[in-house]
């Protein structure tokens, strides 16, 4: 017999009021790539399995990124939510989680540079072209990006504003917005080669607008300030991320999803003291570091990726401290519905 969710096991296990939502313990599964989709379209009925394997009643997921447009797709095999068949076939997706009593946020982006030329879509950067692997493992030529014109931003923002209605429409609770790593579209514009006001301005009108229309409350943003993955980073990141975290703070965004800074103890503080939101923090963490961060007021939610991709139970295991499956990097994104995606073993406990 399965172990109650009870969820008393540690400060990971205390339960936060996130908005409307309550959610019954801090443990957040995260955005993350599996290019299961076929044609920009979540596959039934391995698509629905492998979500509903990971909600938790009370527990808050994200969805893997979902195209805002069909100029905006980052590589093969990924789901888009621009149109009404795409958003179908998320609608049992979202009924799967919740059925478990999940909260389901959907992720919306535009990739930016970091396209594949293969796909027929657009692509856009702020500068030049340079070598690329993608998460199906080929190495693509060096392409040239072309340059963003003026006159596009207002379209490109109106795709995300579409895009959340379409999430919403689907049934998601709300929507996170994209704008971590560098090379997508809305983190290009994040380097100190203009004002910081202008570094944060197409990201500040796509969450307005996304705001407008499903409201704040349904909205997060997800930011990897100090990153400098396929692009230049900010010469001073701190700075930019506690001016963007304010900004948002006045939109009344629901949350803060941010990447942790690898080389900086506690590298969050300044942004957790400047937004007014929810925080959730990511990178690397562990149960060990997630209860101490939530012990200790530095962050709200913790986000754990690649050890909840390989536990779909990973709230129990935490709960009664079991061992934790390991996860195969060779099949993250490989197109076969259950390897690597359905078939990792979920913990029997006996009570």
Known sequence: MEAANNYSNGPLFTPYKLGKFDLSHRIVFPALTRNRAHKNIPQQPHATEYYAQRATNGGLLISEAAAASDISQGCPNMPGIWNEEQVEAWKPVVEG????????????????????????????????GFSLTRPDEQVYEKPTPRRLKSDEVPGIVNDFRIAARNAI?????GVEINASDGGYLIDEFMNDRKSIEDCCRLALEIVQAVANEIGADKVGIKL????????????????????????????????????????????????????????????????????????????????????????????????????????????????????????????????
Not at 98 to 115: D, P, T, Y
């Open 224 to 351: 990897s300030p100090f990153s400098d993955c396929d692009g230049k980073k900010d010469s001073n990141s701190e700075r930019l991320a506690t001016y963007l975290a304010n900004a948002l703070s006045k939109l009344g965004v629901l949350y803060l999803h941010v990447v942790e800074p690898r080389e900086a103890a506690k590298g969050l503080l300044p942004i957790r003291k400047a937004f007014q939101g929810t925080l959730i923090a990511s990178g690397g963490y562990n149960k060990f570091d997630g209860d101490n961060a939530i012990e200790e007021n530095y962050a709200d939610l913790i986000s754990f990726g690649r050890m909840f991709l390989a536990n779909p139970d990973l709230p129990k295991r935490f709960e009664v401290n079991a061992p934790l499956n390991k996860y195969n990097r060779s099949t993250f994104y490989t197109n076969d519905p259950l390897i690597g995606y359905t078939d990792y073993p979920s913990l029997q406990v006996a009570s």
């Open 169 to 173: 429409k689907a049934g998601f609770d």
């Open 97 to 128: 989680v919740h059925e478990k009593g999940g909260v389901f946020f959907c992720q919306i982006w535009h990739s930016g540079r970091l396209f594949v030329p293969t796909l027929s879509a657009l692509y856009f950067s702020i500068g030049v």
